[in-house]
Protein backbone atom coordinates (compact mmCIF):
# COMPACT_ATOMS: atom_id res chain seq x y z
CA UNK A 1 0.00 0.00 0.00
CA UNK A 2 1.98 2.81 -1.76
CA UNK A 3 2.00 5.76 1.13
CA UNK A 4 0.05 4.24 3.88
CA UNK A 5 1.26 5.48 7.14
CA UNK A 6 0.75 3.95 10.90
CA UNK A 7 0.23 6.03 14.28
CA UNK A 8 2.41 5.49 16.89
CA UNK A 9 1.39 6.50 20.71
CA UNK A 10 4.22 6.06 23.36
CA UNK A 11 2.50 6.60 26.87
CA UNK A 12 5.61 7.82 28.57
CA UNK A 13 5.80 8.67 32.34
CA UNK A 14 5.62 12.14 32.36
CA UNK A 15 4.72 12.93 28.21
CA UNK A 16 3.54 10.98 25.44
CA UNK A 17 4.66 11.18 22.14
CA UNK A 18 2.80 10.23 18.92
CA UNK A 19 4.53 9.69 15.61
CA UNK A 20 3.28 9.15 12.26
CA UNK A 21 5.52 6.66 10.16
CA UNK A 22 5.73 4.85 7.04
CA UNK A 23 5.59 1.35 6.43
CA UNK A 24 9.47 0.80 6.82
CA UNK A 25 9.00 2.18 10.68
CA UNK A 26 10.42 6.03 9.42
CA UNK A 27 9.11 8.63 11.74
CA UNK A 28 7.70 11.16 9.57
CA UNK A 29 6.45 13.72 12.01
CA UNK A 30 6.34 13.58 15.73
CA UNK A 31 4.54 15.71 18.55
CA UNK A 32 5.30 15.55 22.39
CA UNK A 33 2.80 16.82 25.17
CA UNK A 34 3.37 17.02 28.75
CA UNK A 35 0.96 16.14 31.94
CA UNK A 36 1.87 16.01 35.62
CA UNK A 37 2.81 13.27 37.90
CA UNK A 38 1.25 14.21 41.10
CA UNK A 39 2.92 13.29 44.53
CA UNK A 40 0.09 13.82 47.02
CA UNK A 41 2.50 11.80 49.88
CA UNK A 42 5.97 11.23 49.94
CA UNK A 43 6.97 8.27 48.13
CA UNK A 44 3.83 8.47 46.08
CA UNK A 45 3.46 8.82 42.34
CA UNK A 46 -0.12 9.57 40.60
CA UNK A 47 -2.09 10.88 37.07
CA UNK A 48 -5.11 11.69 35.87
CA UNK A 49 -5.54 9.13 33.12
CA UNK A 50 -7.79 11.85 31.60
CA UNK A 51 -4.63 13.89 31.54
CA UNK A 52 -3.05 10.91 29.28
CA UNK A 53 -5.98 11.66 26.85
CA UNK A 54 -5.80 15.31 26.28
CA UNK A 55 -2.39 14.93 25.71
CA UNK A 56 -3.08 12.38 22.99
CA UNK A 57 -6.00 14.27 21.63
CA UNK A 58 -3.67 17.28 22.04
CA UNK A 59 -0.62 15.34 19.88
CA UNK A 60 -2.35 13.85 16.96
CA UNK A 61 -3.73 17.50 16.90
CA UNK A 62 -0.40 18.65 16.22
CA UNK A 63 0.48 15.86 13.86
CA UNK A 64 -2.87 16.82 11.79
CA UNK A 65 -1.92 20.04 11.44
CA UNK A 66 1.61 19.19 9.64
CA UNK A 67 1.40 19.85 5.55
CA UNK A 68 3.02 16.58 4.90
CA UNK A 69 0.03 14.17 7.14
CA UNK A 70 -2.14 11.54 5.75
CA UNK A 71 -4.52 9.63 7.68
CA UNK A 72 -2.87 6.37 9.31
CA UNK A 73 -3.96 3.14 8.50
CA UNK A 74 -3.50 1.42 11.94
CA UNK A 75 -2.50 2.77 15.45
CA UNK A 76 -0.11 0.78 17.76
CA UNK A 77 0.40 1.33 21.17
CA UNK A 78 3.36 1.71 23.65
CA UNK A 79 2.96 2.40 27.49
CA UNK A 80 4.90 3.01 30.71
CA UNK A 81 4.94 -0.49 32.66
CA UNK A 82 3.58 -1.50 35.99
CA UNK A 83 0.99 0.59 37.91
CA UNK A 84 -2.75 0.53 38.36
CA UNK A 85 -5.64 2.08 36.62
CA UNK A 86 -8.88 1.20 38.29
CA UNK A 87 -12.10 1.89 36.19
CA UNK A 88 -15.40 1.37 35.58
CA UNK A 89 -17.08 -0.82 32.81
CA UNK A 90 -17.28 2.08 30.94
CA UNK A 91 -13.35 2.91 31.42
CA UNK A 92 -13.98 6.06 34.00
CA UNK A 93 -11.02 6.58 36.08
CA UNK A 94 -12.77 5.67 39.59
CA UNK A 95 -9.30 7.29 41.04
CA UNK A 96 -6.20 8.35 39.71
CA UNK A 97 -3.72 5.96 38.37
CA UNK A 98 -0.57 4.82 40.34
CA UNK A 99 2.23 4.69 38.66
CA UNK A 100 5.43 2.72 38.67
CA UNK A 101 7.81 5.03 41.03
CA UNK A 102 5.04 4.99 43.37
CA UNK A 103 6.40 3.17 46.52
CA UNK A 104 3.75 2.94 48.62
CA UNK A 105 2.80 -0.28 48.75
CA UNK A 106 6.19 -1.54 50.49
CA UNK A 107 4.55 -3.45 52.82
CA UNK A 108 2.73 -5.03 50.77
CA UNK A 109 5.64 -6.96 49.44
CA UNK A 110 5.82 -8.94 53.03
CA UNK A 111 2.65 -10.71 51.82
CA UNK A 112 5.04 -11.77 48.47
CA UNK A 113 7.73 -12.84 50.92
CA UNK A 114 5.68 -14.97 52.66
CA UNK A 115 4.07 -16.97 49.34
CA UNK A 116 4.73 -20.52 49.38
CA UNK A 117 7.92 -20.88 47.28
CA UNK A 118 6.37 -22.57 44.10
CA UNK A 119 4.14 -19.34 43.69
CA UNK A 120 7.07 -16.79 44.10
CA UNK A 121 9.63 -18.99 41.59
CA UNK A 122 6.85 -18.52 38.92
CA UNK A 123 6.65 -15.24 39.44
CA UNK A 124 10.10 -15.49 37.49
CA UNK A 125 10.94 -12.13 39.05
CA UNK A 126 11.76 -9.73 42.18
CA UNK A 127 9.52 -7.52 43.87
CA UNK A 128 9.16 -4.05 43.82
CA UNK A 129 6.39 -1.83 45.35
CA UNK A 130 5.84 -0.19 41.89
CA UNK A 131 4.03 -2.84 40.10
CA UNK A 132 0.17 -4.02 39.81
CA UNK A 133 -0.11 -6.40 42.35
CA UNK A 134 1.54 -4.99 45.40
CA UNK A 135 -0.46 -1.51 44.38
CA UNK A 136 -3.85 -3.45 43.66
CA UNK A 137 -2.74 -5.65 47.40
CA UNK A 138 -2.73 -1.99 48.90
CA UNK A 139 -5.47 -0.66 47.26
CA UNK A 140 -7.68 -3.60 48.80
CA UNK A 141 -6.42 -2.86 51.91
CA UNK A 142 -6.61 0.90 52.25
CA UNK A 143 -9.43 1.79 49.76
CA UNK A 144 -11.86 -0.70 49.93
CA UNK A 145 -14.28 2.07 48.37
CA UNK A 146 -12.49 2.44 44.97
CA UNK A 147 -11.74 -1.40 44.49
CA UNK A 148 -15.36 -1.92 45.18
CA UNK A 149 -16.50 0.86 42.39
CA UNK A 150 -13.86 -0.48 40.13
CA UNK A 151 -14.82 -3.37 36.93
CA UNK A 152 -11.18 -3.44 35.85
CA UNK A 153 -7.52 -2.88 36.79
CA UNK A 154 -5.46 -1.79 33.55
CA UNK A 155 -2.10 -1.22 32.64
CA UNK A 156 -2.03 2.39 31.71
CA UNK A 157 -1.93 1.76 28.01
CA UNK A 158 -4.13 -1.18 28.41
CA UNK A 159 -6.65 1.51 29.35
CA UNK A 160 -5.68 4.11 26.66
CA UNK A 161 -6.33 1.17 24.34
CA UNK A 162 -9.88 0.42 26.03
CA UNK A 163 -10.65 4.42 25.67
CA UNK A 164 -9.60 4.00 21.64
CA UNK A 165 -11.83 0.50 21.15
CA UNK A 166 -14.21 -0.22 23.93
CA UNK A 167 -12.25 -3.13 24.33
CA UNK A 168 -10.95 -4.22 27.97
CA UNK A 169 -7.80 -6.65 27.97
CA UNK A 170 -4.56 -7.13 28.98
CA UNK A 171 -1.70 -8.44 26.87
CA UNK A 172 1.69 -10.39 27.73
CA UNK A 173 4.42 -7.72 27.83
CA UNK A 174 2.74 -5.57 30.12
CA UNK A 175 0.88 -8.72 31.72
CA UNK A 176 4.23 -10.48 32.58
CA UNK A 177 5.40 -7.33 34.72
CA UNK A 178 2.10 -7.25 37.49
CA UNK A 179 3.79 -9.52 40.01
CA UNK A 180 0.39 -11.38 39.10
CA UNK A 181 1.77 -13.32 35.81
CA UNK A 182 2.81 -16.80 36.47
CA UNK A 183 6.10 -17.42 33.79
CA UNK A 184 5.48 -20.84 33.27
CA UNK A 185 2.01 -21.15 32.35
CA UNK A 186 1.82 -17.76 30.59
CA UNK A 187 -1.54 -16.23 32.22
CA UNK A 188 -2.70 -15.05 35.62
CA UNK A 189 -1.56 -17.09 38.33
CA UNK A 190 -5.52 -17.39 40.14
CA UNK A 191 -3.42 -19.63 43.24
CA UNK A 192 -1.29 -16.41 43.49
CA UNK A 193 -4.62 -13.89 43.52
CA UNK A 194 -6.75 -15.69 45.84
CA UNK A 195 -3.11 -15.67 48.27
CA UNK A 196 -3.41 -11.84 48.11
CA UNK A 197 -7.17 -11.81 48.72
CA UNK A 198 -7.55 -9.81 45.20
CA UNK A 199 -11.04 -9.34 43.27
CA UNK A 200 -9.85 -12.31 40.21
CA UNK A 201 -12.87 -10.57 38.37
CA UNK A 202 -10.59 -7.14 38.02
CA UNK A 203 -7.85 -8.82 35.69
CA UNK A 204 -8.98 -8.70 32.20
CA UNK A 205 -7.98 -11.59 29.48
CA UNK A 206 -5.43 -11.40 27.86
CA UNK A 207 -4.31 -10.92 24.52
CA UNK A 208 -2.08 -13.32 22.81
CA UNK A 209 0.76 -10.77 22.23
CA UNK A 210 1.26 -7.48 21.62
CA UNK A 211 0.94 -7.47 17.42
CA UNK A 212 -2.64 -9.01 17.46
CA UNK A 213 -5.43 -6.23 16.23
CA UNK A 214 -7.51 -5.48 19.60
CA UNK A 215 -10.50 -3.84 17.89
CA UNK A 216 -11.15 -0.53 15.52
CA UNK A 217 -10.94 3.16 16.46
CA UNK A 218 -14.61 4.01 17.89
CA UNK A 219 -16.54 6.87 16.48
CA UNK A 220 -16.37 8.63 19.24
CA UNK A 221 -12.95 8.30 20.15
CA UNK A 222 -12.06 8.79 16.51
CA UNK A 223 -14.12 12.38 16.54
CA UNK A 224 -11.84 13.88 19.33
CA UNK A 225 -9.06 13.09 17.84
CA UNK A 226 -9.75 13.76 14.58
CA UNK A 227 -9.63 10.43 12.73
CA UNK A 228 -11.58 8.18 10.85
CA UNK A 229 -13.34 5.99 13.10
CA UNK A 230 -12.70 1.67 12.41
CA UNK A 231 -9.02 2.03 12.12
CA UNK A 232 -7.87 -0.73 13.63
CA UNK A 233 -5.70 -0.70 16.63
CA UNK A 234 -3.26 -2.92 17.67
CA UNK A 235 -2.73 -4.79 21.65
CA UNK A 236 0.52 -2.68 22.00
CA UNK A 237 3.43 -3.24 24.20
CA UNK A 238 5.15 -2.35 27.12
CA UNK A 239 7.16 0.56 27.04
CA UNK A 240 10.54 -1.91 27.12
CA UNK A 241 9.43 -3.94 24.86
CA UNK A 242 8.39 -1.71 22.47
CA UNK A 243 12.09 0.28 22.48
CA UNK A 244 13.38 -3.35 21.50
CA UNK A 245 10.83 -3.61 18.63
CA UNK A 246 11.47 -0.43 17.31
CA UNK A 247 15.53 -0.71 17.98
CA UNK A 248 15.54 -3.85 16.09
CA UNK A 249 17.10 -5.62 19.38
CA UNK A 250 15.69 -9.63 18.36
CA UNK A 251 18.86 -11.41 18.88
CA UNK A 252 19.17 -13.70 22.00
CA UNK A 253 22.27 -12.22 23.70
CA UNK A 254 22.84 -8.61 22.26
CA UNK A 255 22.43 -6.47 25.30
CA UNK A 256 20.99 -2.96 25.04
CA UNK A 257 21.76 0.38 27.25
CA UNK A 258 18.99 2.90 27.48
CA UNK A 259 19.19 6.16 30.18
CA UNK A 260 15.84 7.80 30.16
CA UNK A 261 14.08 8.39 33.31
CA UNK A 262 15.65 5.58 34.65
CA UNK A 263 18.10 3.20 33.15
CA UNK A 264 17.49 -0.39 31.85
CA UNK A 265 19.63 -2.69 30.36
CA UNK A 266 17.48 -5.57 28.03
CA UNK A 267 18.84 -8.66 25.96
CA UNK A 268 16.49 -10.99 24.62
CA UNK A 269 16.99 -14.54 26.27
CA UNK A 270 15.10 -17.98 25.67
CA UNK A 271 11.93 -18.78 26.83
CA UNK A 272 11.78 -19.62 30.97
CA UNK A 273 11.85 -23.07 31.66
CA UNK A 274 11.13 -24.87 35.43
CA UNK A 275 14.92 -25.18 35.49
CA UNK A 276 15.52 -21.78 34.38
CA UNK A 277 13.79 -19.75 36.44
CA UNK A 278 15.25 -18.58 39.41
CA UNK A 279 13.59 -18.52 43.05
CA UNK A 280 15.27 -15.16 44.17
CA UNK A 281 16.07 -12.93 41.16
CA UNK A 282 17.35 -9.42 41.16
CA UNK A 283 16.55 -8.83 36.97
CA UNK A 284 13.34 -9.10 35.21
CA UNK A 285 12.05 -11.24 33.02
CA UNK A 286 9.26 -10.12 30.70
CA UNK A 287 7.60 -10.98 27.63
CA UNK A 288 8.58 -9.13 24.30
CA UNK A 289 6.69 -7.58 21.83
CA UNK A 290 6.67 -10.55 19.18
CA UNK A 291 4.58 -13.68 19.83
CA UNK A 292 6.27 -15.70 21.79
CA UNK A 293 9.67 -13.78 22.68
CA UNK A 294 11.28 -12.94 26.33
CA UNK A 295 13.85 -10.85 27.49
CA UNK A 296 15.87 -10.34 30.53
CA UNK A 297 16.35 -6.32 32.33
CA UNK A 298 17.96 -4.61 34.93
CA UNK A 299 16.14 -1.59 35.70
CA UNK A 300 17.68 1.35 37.81
CA UNK A 301 15.33 3.96 39.27
CA UNK A 302 17.99 6.71 38.94
CA UNK A 303 18.85 7.67 35.34
CA UNK A 304 17.66 10.66 33.73
CA UNK A 305 15.42 11.68 36.81
CA UNK A 306 17.81 12.10 39.41
CA UNK A 307 20.08 14.08 36.93
CA UNK A 308 17.39 16.44 36.13
CA UNK A 309 16.97 16.52 39.61
CA UNK A 310 20.59 17.43 40.11
CA UNK A 311 20.76 20.20 37.01
CA UNK A 312 17.62 21.91 38.92
CA UNK A 313 18.87 21.78 42.45
CA UNK A 314 22.26 23.52 40.97
CA UNK A 315 20.31 25.80 38.57
CA UNK A 316 22.62 24.73 35.25
CA UNK A 317 20.80 23.58 32.00
CA UNK A 318 21.54 20.56 30.08
CA UNK A 319 24.47 21.29 28.21
CA UNK A 320 26.24 22.64 31.68
CA UNK A 321 25.96 19.34 33.77
CA UNK A 322 27.12 17.64 30.24
CA UNK A 323 30.11 19.66 30.27
CA UNK A 324 31.26 19.00 33.52
CA UNK A 325 32.09 15.27 31.77
CA UNK A 326 35.04 17.09 30.49
CA UNK A 327 37.52 15.91 33.87
CA UNK A 328 40.16 13.80 34.91
CA UNK A 329 38.40 12.09 38.76
CA UNK A 330 39.75 13.20 41.53
CA UNK A 331 41.03 11.14 44.79
CA UNK A 332 39.31 13.94 46.70
CA UNK A 333 36.57 14.10 44.51
CA UNK A 334 32.94 14.02 46.43
CA UNK A 335 30.65 10.72 45.86
CA UNK A 336 27.21 10.94 44.57
CA UNK A 337 24.97 8.37 45.78
CA UNK A 338 22.00 8.56 42.74
CA UNK A 339 19.32 6.47 44.70
CA UNK A 340 16.84 9.31 45.05
CA UNK A 341 13.35 7.31 44.81
CA UNK A 342 15.24 3.80 46.25
CA UNK A 343 16.77 1.37 43.42
CA UNK A 344 15.56 -2.08 41.71
CA UNK A 345 18.03 -3.82 40.28
CA UNK A 346 20.55 -4.85 42.05
CA UNK A 347 19.27 -3.62 45.48
CA UNK A 348 15.52 -3.92 45.36
CA UNK A 349 15.18 -1.86 48.38
CA UNK A 350 13.05 1.44 48.29
CA UNK A 351 14.52 2.84 51.32
CA UNK A 352 17.46 3.74 49.50
CA UNK A 353 18.68 7.08 49.39
CA UNK A 354 20.92 9.42 47.75
CA UNK A 355 23.73 11.83 48.90
CA UNK A 356 26.76 13.46 47.98
CA UNK A 357 29.87 12.56 50.47
CA UNK A 358 33.30 13.67 50.88
CA UNK A 359 32.33 17.47 50.35
CA UNK A 360 35.04 20.11 51.02
CA UNK A 361 35.28 23.62 50.93
CA UNK A 362 37.36 23.46 47.82
CA UNK A 363 35.09 21.57 45.89
CA UNK A 364 32.56 23.72 43.34
CA UNK A 365 29.66 23.35 41.61
CA UNK A 366 31.30 21.33 38.60
CA UNK A 367 32.77 18.75 41.02
CA UNK A 368 29.13 18.05 42.00
CA UNK A 369 27.94 18.17 38.21
CA UNK A 370 30.61 15.57 38.01
CA UNK A 371 30.02 13.52 40.83
CA UNK A 372 26.51 13.47 39.85
CA UNK A 373 26.70 11.70 36.74
CA UNK A 374 29.32 9.50 37.85
CA UNK A 375 27.26 8.30 40.16
CA UNK A 376 24.69 7.55 37.83
CA UNK A 377 27.17 5.71 35.38
CA UNK A 378 28.02 3.62 38.33
CA UNK A 379 24.16 2.79 39.20
CA UNK A 380 24.27 1.39 35.20
CA UNK A 381 27.08 -0.64 35.83
CA UNK A 382 25.79 -2.14 38.83
CA UNK A 383 22.81 -3.01 36.57
CA UNK A 384 24.67 -4.16 33.91
CA UNK A 385 26.85 -6.53 36.31
CA UNK A 386 23.20 -7.95 37.32
CA UNK A 387 22.51 -8.77 34.10
CA UNK A 388 22.28 -12.85 33.03
CA UNK A 389 25.07 -12.29 30.33
CA UNK A 390 27.39 -9.34 30.79
CA UNK A 391 29.19 -8.80 27.31
CA UNK A 392 32.53 -8.74 26.98
CA UNK A 393 33.99 -5.04 26.02
CA UNK A 394 35.21 -5.55 22.50
CA UNK A 395 31.57 -6.96 21.55
CA UNK A 396 29.89 -3.75 22.93
CA UNK A 397 26.83 -2.70 24.50
CA UNK A 398 23.68 -1.65 22.04
CA UNK A 399 23.27 2.53 23.32
CA UNK A 400 19.59 4.11 22.76
CA UNK A 401 17.19 6.67 23.89
CA UNK A 402 17.69 10.49 24.04
CA UNK A 403 19.64 10.41 27.27
CA UNK A 404 22.74 9.54 26.13
CA UNK A 405 23.23 11.86 22.98
CA UNK A 406 25.79 13.70 24.82
CA UNK A 407 29.49 12.47 23.62
CA UNK A 408 30.95 13.45 27.09
CA UNK A 409 28.18 11.31 28.91
CA UNK A 410 28.55 8.31 26.05
CA UNK A 411 32.29 8.27 26.90
CA UNK A 412 32.30 8.31 30.97
CA UNK A 413 29.44 5.64 30.75
CA UNK A 414 31.71 3.55 28.60
CA UNK A 415 34.57 4.00 30.90
CA UNK A 416 32.31 3.32 33.95
CA UNK A 417 30.90 0.15 32.20
CA UNK A 418 34.06 -0.71 30.53
CA UNK A 419 32.26 -1.48 27.23
CA UNK A 420 32.23 0.08 23.85
CA UNK A 421 29.09 1.81 22.74
CA UNK A 422 27.26 1.49 19.47
CA UNK A 423 24.38 4.51 19.27
CA UNK A 424 21.23 2.76 17.66
CA UNK A 425 20.14 5.29 15.26
CA UNK A 426 16.19 5.47 16.37
CA UNK A 427 15.90 8.19 18.93
CA UNK A 428 11.79 7.66 18.94
CA UNK A 429 12.59 3.58 19.49
CA UNK A 430 9.32 3.48 22.01
CA UNK A 431 6.78 5.20 19.36
CA UNK A 432 8.20 4.03 16.67
CA UNK A 433 7.59 -0.04 17.89
CA UNK A 434 3.90 1.20 18.26
CA UNK A 435 4.40 2.28 14.86
CA UNK A 436 6.03 -1.23 13.74
CA UNK A 437 2.59 -3.04 15.63
CA UNK A 438 0.00 -0.89 14.02
CA UNK A 439 1.33 -1.95 11.01
CA UNK A 440 1.18 -5.37 11.80
CA UNK A 441 -2.31 -5.56 13.09
CA UNK A 442 -3.50 -3.95 9.99
CA UNK A 443 -2.24 -6.66 8.09
CA UNK A 444 0.61 -4.14 6.20
CA UNK A 445 3.63 -5.65 7.26
CA UNK A 446 5.24 -7.87 9.59
CA UNK A 447 7.85 -5.97 11.71
CA UNK A 448 10.48 -8.85 10.74
CA UNK A 449 10.16 -7.60 7.53
CA UNK A 450 11.13 -4.31 8.26
CA UNK A 451 15.04 -3.42 8.17
CA UNK A 452 16.23 -2.36 12.29
CA UNK A 453 18.13 1.13 12.31
CA UNK A 454 21.87 1.41 11.89
CA UNK A 455 24.19 1.83 14.86
CA UNK A 456 27.30 3.12 15.36
CA UNK A 457 30.17 2.93 17.69
CA UNK A 458 30.40 6.18 19.74
CA UNK A 459 31.99 5.54 22.69
CA UNK A 460 35.30 3.42 23.80
CA UNK A 461 36.72 2.86 27.66
CA UNK A 462 39.38 5.50 27.70
CA UNK A 463 41.77 6.98 29.89
CA UNK A 464 39.87 7.14 33.21
CA UNK A 465 38.67 3.82 32.99
CA UNK A 466 41.27 2.37 35.86
CA UNK A 467 40.43 5.72 37.70
CA UNK A 468 36.82 5.24 37.58
CA UNK A 469 37.40 1.44 38.86
CA UNK A 470 39.03 2.91 42.19
CA UNK A 471 36.10 5.32 42.29
CA UNK A 472 33.33 2.87 42.10
CA UNK A 473 35.40 1.17 45.10
CA UNK A 474 34.47 4.15 46.89
CA UNK A 475 30.66 4.28 45.98
CA UNK A 476 30.27 0.68 47.27
CA UNK A 477 31.62 1.59 49.99
CA UNK A 478 29.97 4.47 50.74
CA UNK A 479 27.04 3.09 49.63
CA UNK A 480 27.51 0.05 52.04
CA UNK A 481 28.08 2.56 55.11
CA UNK A 482 25.01 4.65 54.40
CA UNK A 483 22.65 1.58 52.91
CA UNK A 484 19.53 1.08 55.40
CA UNK A 485 19.28 -2.49 56.58
CA UNK A 486 17.40 -3.93 53.85
CA UNK A 487 14.13 -6.05 54.52
CA UNK A 488 14.67 -9.98 54.93
CA UNK A 489 14.19 -11.80 51.79
CA UNK A 490 14.90 -8.22 49.63
CA UNK A 491 18.03 -9.22 48.11
CA UNK A 492 21.12 -7.19 47.42
CA UNK A 493 24.32 -6.41 45.60
Avoid at 21 to 47: F, H, I, K, N
Avoid at 402 to 428: F, K, M, Q, S, Y
Wanted: glycine share 10%.
Amino acid sequence: MTGATVLGIDLGTSSVKVVLADLGGTVLSRATVPYAVRRPEPDWAETDPAQWWQAVCHAVGRLRAEPDWVAPSGIGLSGQMHGVVLCTDSGAPVRPALLWSDARATAELETYRALPDLLRTALGNPLSPGMAGPQLAWLHRHEPASVEAARWALQPKDWLRARLTGRFAAEPSDASATLLYNVLTQTWDADLVAELRLRPDLLPDILPYAGVTAGELLLAAADELGLPAGIPVAAGAADTAAAALGTGLTQVGSTQLTVGTGIQIVTPVLPPTEQTVLAAPVTHLYRSASAHGWYAMAASLNGGQTLDWVRGVLGVDWDELYAATDRTPQPDDPTFLPHLVGERTPYLDSSLRGAWVGLAASHDSRALLYAALEGVAFAAADALDAMPQRPPSARGLRLAGGGTIAPGWRNLLADALDAGLDAVEAPDASARGAALLAAEAAGLVSPDDVAPPPTQRVAEPGSRRDALQDRRRRFHTVLDSLRPRPPAGAGGR
